[in-house]
């Protein structure tokens, strides 16, 4: 009796049990249910995204919001007062010297990064093809990189020794009697800013370029030569178009760091060689005009933007890929 008791009251049990089980929504709360795989995934994700998003926001979004908001106030009395006026970028392109020089630091830029990059090309050529060993391939490599470890200060003020008066250029051509007194045209002008520049950004255009020219496959070039083609053709058809887009990478980094440099333009480029990037010191510093020297970096920013994409269009017109 007792047997048929429990057996009765295990099935009420159960019964009871699987009634609850089908009761219980499907979706119930997540306490109670163990996430699912895609979920982990899903959260894992966010976790390693978490990091670079905050950095950019922090590091990126930030800054440009406040610049953009000081370039729309004011200065009164050394006090700067938020607005949300024009009148910063309307100055920058009416009144002398600011689009002045802001055009002439834009052509310099220009001038060091096409310089760079006709001086890299053949460099980053030689290393890439005609190089055969992998030592004599490091130590040219050793050779481009060997200039970063000297400070960039002394390798500007080095050209300053070089082309002053008494450097070493004046010092040659006095003791070859080609000239009775020293030469001054070699320096504190635009030529000796742009020259300053095109020897400190060389290498950035030279490993970009030569990143280009080392992925192009050894077998088209051989395939190319087995079928007649000159040396001349190898170069125009196969190596040129392919080494655009590691050209065009090197001439956008060069320029930019040229056109933001200011450590060139004060140490041997003179009254005649200000940079736009000299203004803005003076503008921070001794002018305390923060709203106006906001207005040149959001211009700035916006010509490297418009420097990028149009270097980007012709890549694209231009570039060859296998």
Known sequence: MMHGT???VAGSMTGETLAALRSTPRNAPASRRAPSHRALIRRQ???????????????????????????????????FHPGFS?????RLFTTEPYLSVLLKSL????????????????????LAFHTSSERARFL?????????????????????????SHGLINSALLSTGLIAEPVTVLLYNEFS????????FTPFAALSIYASLERIPTSTIEAARDLGASSWEIFSRIVWPLSVPGVVAGAIITSSLAFGDFIA???VGGPSGVMITNIVVNLLGVAFDW????????????????????????????????
């Open 107 to 126: 052509r310099i830029g220009l001038i060091a990064g096409i310089g760079a990059s006709l001086l890299g090309y053949p460099l980053a050529f030689a």
């Open 193 to 200: 800013v742009c020259l300053t520049l095109v020897y400190i």
């Open 265 to 267: 333009p004060a140490l």
């Open 45 to 79: 994700t966010l976790l390693w995204l978490l990091p670079p998003v905050a950095w950019f926001f922090v590091f990126m979004i930030v800054p440009y919001g406040l610049l953009l908001y000081y370039s729309l106030g004011s200065v009164e009395n050394v006090t």
């Open 291 to 322: 709203p106006m020297a906001a207005a040149i970096g959001v211009v700035t920013i916006v010509l490297g933007l418009i420097l990028i994409s149009v270097a980007q269009y012709f890549e694209h017109r231009t570039a060859v890929r296998l």
């Open 86 to 90: 024009a009148a910063n970028f309307v």
């Open 140 to 164: 040219v490599y050793l050779l481009i990189i060997a200039p970063w470890w000297a400070a960039y200060l002394v390798k500007a003020y080095a050209w300053k020794t070089i082309l002053g």
């Open 6 to 8: 429990s057996s009765e």
